[in-house]
């Protein structure tokens, strides 16, 4: 279409997408991110691989993987032109909103606007809250104007492996989790909030860092532990998705172990060389807060910062 002509906004209508669209909507939505997420060694080939799969079994892994999850599009003169992602999360009542585009050929006509406002007036009754890169001012204000306000910043290190070696202090010992170790974390769940149900989560956790050839995702569990006491556990993650890069998640630390818990990443991190792994990433987040001045010295500077912005109840 001519980057001149005018778009009717009032008229726009916005549809869910069709199981073969599926991949021309990632493409479109990471197209002005595709920098970042080269640099971070995103596949696109297997997204492509996932898709293809997906439409010759009629969508059934996308209704399993996607459950609760709709990709939405409006389009002008019969193509895309602009999108998003809605989830909804039953168990917290509330909706959490990604892929938030424009394509490039039809930006600065107030095709977001319009996109927010259906939105709003479609989802706005439940609470509502995305993430968006710390950088990315444009999107920022747009999202304040539709009454989304920040709730926190996380920053995301990301580094080559192997890991610094880092010895755990006087006391503290690293391992791999066995499975009977879900039975030992009685301090863990008293101690730290929401984590009643850890030992479901890490049950799925074991046995998944073996080489299968239809598993999506791979991930190796470990604890710290002070003298025969488990003080912490937490996991090496990584994909298909992201092939080379381990995402180091070290869920659950009591404070007491503090001092520990750079040689527990350590750990976690050079664990998962011997799978082909290249990188790791780290979160600064609510969760891991507590740890930041032991662990910057160790990471550097953060690769980028992400903001939380959260929108309440119509």
Known sequence: MSENKKIDLKNLEFRKIKERERMTFY???FESTKDRASSIGISFDFLKKFCKINRILLGLPGKILMKNIDDIVTEIDGEIAAGFTIMHDKKKDKYGLGN???RPKFQQRGLGNAVMQHIIHSYGEKKMDLGVDKTNSVAIHLYEKYGFVEESIEDQFL??????SINPPEGY???LAEKTDLRKLDRIKTEIPNMNDIEKSYHKAFNKAEK????ISNQLPGVLLKGDQIVGIGRARWSRG???TAQLIASAVLPEATDAYPSFLSFLANSVE??????YIWDLTKTTEPFSEVMRPVLGEPFRSGVTMVRERN
């Open 212 to 215: 299968k050839k239809m598993r």
């Open 173 to 175: 010992s690293v391992r």
């Open 100 to 102: 938030v585009y424009t």
């Open 274 to 279: 011997e799978y082909g792994l290249k990188k």
């Open 159 to 164: 580094g080559d492996l192997p890991f610094p």
């Open 242 to 244: 992201l092939p080379d």
């Open 27 to 29: 493409e479109y939505a």
